[in-house]
């Protein structure tokens, strides 16, 4: 369940407030006249049930409440009202599947950015994986790829992919190629380091660790690992469960892929970096594909569930 806040021009209040007491998952409205400074106008409330909001949000920006005002939705943890109750009922579908779409684009527009903090995760990343690569030790493996926070643009490619936004998926694939790039430079960097000071057996094969050589060795079994976690990982952020996500970030092997690019480059295994490069390659292509035929089942899914929705074209979903 959302609660809306709408900054709306005056004139077209009385429109907002037919929307709004038209569409059964709406409730609660409320109209504070003249209450609006910067931009002048109504402030509209409502609290509205999750798998209405998409319906809601796609009949306010119709109205250009977006354009002269704004709107604003927030998580309601908990509502103790049987008018909630029935409005949640009434609404079609359940709101446990509902796919806020306004929700995902903004996670995914600022986790896409390339910022100094993404960079500083995905150095920190790679440098704990190359360890993991060295001493053959899966639990800095997994905590590597915890700390790195490369599914975000990912995820924006998915995203960019399903809306047919050109200027989205540059944003999201300049902030991932920059970020592998800084981070096989950093596992290079650190891995000539370690060597230097002897803290590399000279003997160090990565693709004979028992058991982290499979990063540098793709298989099939790893492109159905990636398909599957970018359905889960996709899912995830359209339901806004981080549990799910927590779980992808943990069974992809992107971050190790490219800690051992640079540790293989750095020790002359040419070899084994080839294949951590295809490996990086199934796992980032094998993502964003699951990613965006997900986002498209579960757009022609809840149109088949909720047929009153207005039926829009993918690339129409969002207009920015």
Do not use: Y
């Amino acid at each position: 369940m959302l609660h809306l806040r709408l900054f709306c021009p005056a004139d077209r209040t009385d429109d907002v407030l037919g929307l709004l007491t038209a569409n059964p998952g709406a409730f609660n409205v409320m109209v504070l006249p003249g209450a609006a400074l910067a931009p002048a106008g109504d402030v509209v409330m409502c609290d509205v049930a999750r798998e209405s909001v998409n319906h809601v949000i796609t009949g306010l920006r119709d109205l250009g409440v977006h354009r002269d005002g704004s709107i604003a939705a927030e998580h309601i943890d908990v509502s103790i009202s049987d008018v909630a109750l029935a409005a949640d009922l009434q609404a079609p579908g359940e709101g446990g599947d509902a796919a806020v779409w306004e929700e995902v684009d903004a996670r995914v527009r600022d986790e896409s950015r390339m910022t100094a903090s993404f960079l500083v995760f995905l150095v920190i990343a790679a440098l704990i994986a190359i360890v993991g690569v060295i001493e053959d030790a899966p639990i800095l493996i997994v905590g590597a790829m915890v700390v790195g926070p490369e599914f975000g643009p990912i995820a924006g490619l998915s995203v960019g992919l399903f809306k047919r936004r050109g200027h989205r998926i540059r944003q999201a694939g300049t902030t991932l190629a920059a970020g592998l790039a800084a981070g096989v430079v950093a596992a290079f960097l650190g891995t000539l380091v370690l060597d230097a000071v002897d803290l590399i057996p000279p003997d160090l094969v990565p693709h004979d660790q028992p058991l982290t050589g499979f990063i540098v060795d793709p298989s099939v079994l790893s492109l159905v690992v990636a398909l599957l976690a970018g359905v889960t990982g996709t899912l995830s952020l359209t339901q806004a469960k981080s549990g799910a996500l927590i779980g992808v970030l943990i069974s992809v092997t992107t971050i190790p892929a490219v800690a051992a690019i640079g540790v293989s480059s750095a020790l002359g295994k040419w070899s084994d970096a080839g294949g951590a490069a295809v490996q990086l390659a199934v796992n980032v292509g094998a993502l964003v594909a699951a990613g965006v035929v997900t986002l498209w089942v579960q757009w022609v899914a809840w149109n088949r569930i909720a047929p009153s929705r207005p039926t829009t074209a993918p690339h129409q979903l969002w207009r920015t």
